[in-house]
């Protein structure tokens, strides 16, 4: 088992910055992509953006050149700097991590973090 805490987020105005963060431990050696996703009410969760272990990046359109997703692999952590924030970022970041091809079915959850972003 993967445990998966997460820490930052809050109310923020548009236009500024947020640094999620999050910290996985147990069985961290099933992980190979650390990613962050959100939910907004009424709305399906979606990636948000992903990272490799060997550093292999993906991003949302929507969030592209605004965010931007670091990882330690020492510390087995993952950031998500949020820059140029927008009313439509308000949702609720779920931190993920996803499985190696050796443990293909391993995705764990953490518990969520509300970002708010007012007008």
């Known amino acids: 088992q993967v445990q998966l805490v997460e820490s930052g987020g809050g109310l923020v105005q548009a236009g500024g910055s947020l640094t999620l963060s999050c910290a996985a431990s147990g069985s961290t050696w099933e992980i190979n992509t650390l990613g962050w996703y959100r939910q907004a009410p009424g709305k399906q969760r979606e990636l948000v953006a992903d990272?490799?272990?060997?550093?292999?990046?993906n991003y949302a359109d929507s969030v592209k050149g605004r965010f931007t997703i670091v990882r330690d692999n020492q510390r087995f952590t993952v950031t998500l700097q949020m820059n140029a924030l927008k009313f439509e970022d308000t949702a609720v970041y779920y931190c993920?991590?996803?499985?190696?091809?050796?443990?293909?079915?391993?995705?764990?959850w953490g518990q969520g973090t509300q970002v708010t972003v007012s007008t």
């Open positions: 993920h991590a996803r499985g190696s091809v050796f443990f293909p079915e391993s995705t764990y």
């Open positions: 990272i490799s272990q060997g550093g292999s990046t």
